[in-house]
């Protein structure tokens, strides 16, 4: 099965400004160092998100994906992540881009801990999340780097063949 695979997406410069307005109204300034890696949006939000990001929902269903659950992460100077394997039993997630993706790298390892595979989060992708991975970031990346994990009722595992 493969690490990641790559999605088009004709409104993608959309759909992250709509994602970027809709997590600064709820969170306030995406600057700041006190919120965590990852941060999971309960129903409600994730309700809103879908409702108020129109391009972001027709493109899910474009896909005949129905979101179950979604969270963003943020990457600073304070707040990073290390090597991880996510909560079973996802194996397959769709990572959107929303800021400040360039220059940074999602990255996947072998039991060994050897680097097996990598992409730069500039496109949206369906991720493997089942083996051991992490985010890079290279010395021209900004920040926050911001970007929106979203998991599915029926997982976008066919796209991973």
Not at 1 to 18: G, R
Request: hydrophobic share 40%; proline share 4%.
């Amino acid at each position: 099965m493969k690490s990641y695979h790559v999605l088009e997406c004709a409104n993608q410069k959309q759909i992250a400004q709509e994602l970027y307005s809709f997590l600064s109204k709820k969170n306030g300034p995406l600057e700041r160092d006190n919120l965590e890696f990852w941060n999971f949006l309960n129903k409600k939000d994730l309700f809103n998100c879908l409702k108020e990001c129109s391009a972001l929902s027709q493109w899910f269903e474009m896909l005949g994906l129905k979101v179950r659950e979604a969270s963003f992460t943020i990457y600073n100077n304070k707040i990073k992540t290390s090597p991880h394997v996510d909560a079973a039993p996802v194996v397959a997630k769709i990572n959107f881009p929303v800021c400040n993706t360039s220059d940074t790298y999602n990255i996947w390892f072998d039991n060994n801990k050897k680097e097996i595979d990598r992409v730069e989060c500039i496109d949206p992708i369906v991720l493997r999340s089942d083996i051991l991975h992490t985010v890079e970031i290279g010395k021209l990346a900004q920040f926050p780097r911001i970007q929106m994990s979203f998991c599915f009722y029926k997982e976008p595992i066919n796209y991973l063949k």
